[in-house]
Structure formats: structure tokens, C-alpha cells
């Protein structure tokens, strides 16, 4: 199973440092234990490292989703199509016409039993976007995209300004 699979993740988690990727592994882990049969797509990007699950391999059917902001170093669980489900405690960021996400800035702070309540109703939610159900894939860990060429470009702009 792709739970297993962390050696791309953890490479590209290395500029962040040990809190962060204990805190984003650990996320990871509650993810892959309540849907093992999920994709993992994951976005290696010159603004942020993201990561979420899908039933497909296509990221318009991802349910939820973790983020690591580059400059920021934020940790964002969120929800792909956020707006669609059913939040009656308003506990999720965000006003786009999709995403909605909760920032996490510590494991004990993280509402476990709640965000098992949305990842239920934004797995369903994504399942019914899906019309082809060929697509449906298992288990899979995909590098979907690395962005060497802009990080490169911004890690020697931040070695020229030392």
C-alpha cells in the first residue's frame, strides 16, 4: 500500500524541517488510515509542497488534501471542494467558489473526530463527480509534478541576498 511510500515525500519535505514534517506526516497517517484504497497525488510546486488523496488520479476528484506553504511554512489540511460540504461548526478557511481548508498549528488543536465527519462527506462528494468509474484507481502514491527549475531560481535569489 502506498502508506508506505514516503521516500519522495520525505525528500520533498526536507526544507521544512523536522516539527513540520512530523506534524504533516502524522496528518498523513490519519488520512491513509481511514482510506487505504485512496490515491495520493502529491505537487512538488516552487509556492508550496502539496499533497492530497483522490479514488482517481486526477486531482478534480480529491477529497481532501494537505499543504505546506514554501515562505509561510503553514500547514493547511484542506478540502478540494471545501464549499460543497457540510461545515455546521464553521471551522474551515477560506471564501474562494471551492477550497476551504483549517490551518493547523498544532496536533492537540487538530479536531479528529470532526474532520473525519467532513472527509466522510467530501469523499462522497467526490465519488459523485467522477462519471467514468474506469477511472477509479487504488493505493497509488503518484509525483504528480516537481518544480526544480523555480525553486532552484528562488533558493539562489535567497543565497545571492545573504
Known amino acids: 500500500m502506498s502508506k508506505e511510500e514516503t521516500k519522495d515525500l520525505l525528500k520533498f519535505l526536507k526544507p521544512f524541517g523536522s516539527e513540520i514534517t512530523d506534524t504533516v506526516m502524522w496528518l498523513r497517517e490519519f488520512v491513509w488510515d481511514q482510506y487505504p484504497k485512496a490515491n495520493e497525488l502529491i505537487y512538488d510546486n516552487y509556492n508550496a509542497l502539496a499533497f492530497g488523496w483522490s479514488p482517481t488520479e486526477k486531482v478534480g476528484h480529491t477529497f ?24 455546521p461548526e464553521k471551522i474551515l478557511l ?38 467514468d468509474k474506469k477511472q477509479i484507481a487504488e ?16 533558493s539562489k535569489a535567497a543565497t545571492k541576498k545573504k
Not at 488534501?65 to 478540494?80: E, L, M, P
Not at 504528480?144 to 527549475?149: E, F
Open 139 to 154: 493505493g497509488k502514491t503518484i509525483v504528480k509534478s516537481i518544480s526544480t527549475k523555480k525553486r532552484e531560481k528562488k
Open 94 to 131: 477560506g471564501e474562494g467558489n471551492q477550497y476551504r481548508y483549517i490551518l493547523v498549528t498544532e496536533k492537540s488543536k487538530f479536531p479528529k473526530a470532526y474532520v473525519k465527519k467532513l472527509i466522510k462527506d467530501a469523499y462522497a462528494n467526490s465519488f459523485s463527480k467522477i462519471k
Open 64 to 87: 481532501c488534501s494537505i499543504a505546506v506553504g514554501r515562505t509561510s511554512k503553514n500547514i493547511h489540511f484542506g478540502f478540494y471542494w471545501g464549499s460543497e460540504i457540510s461545515d
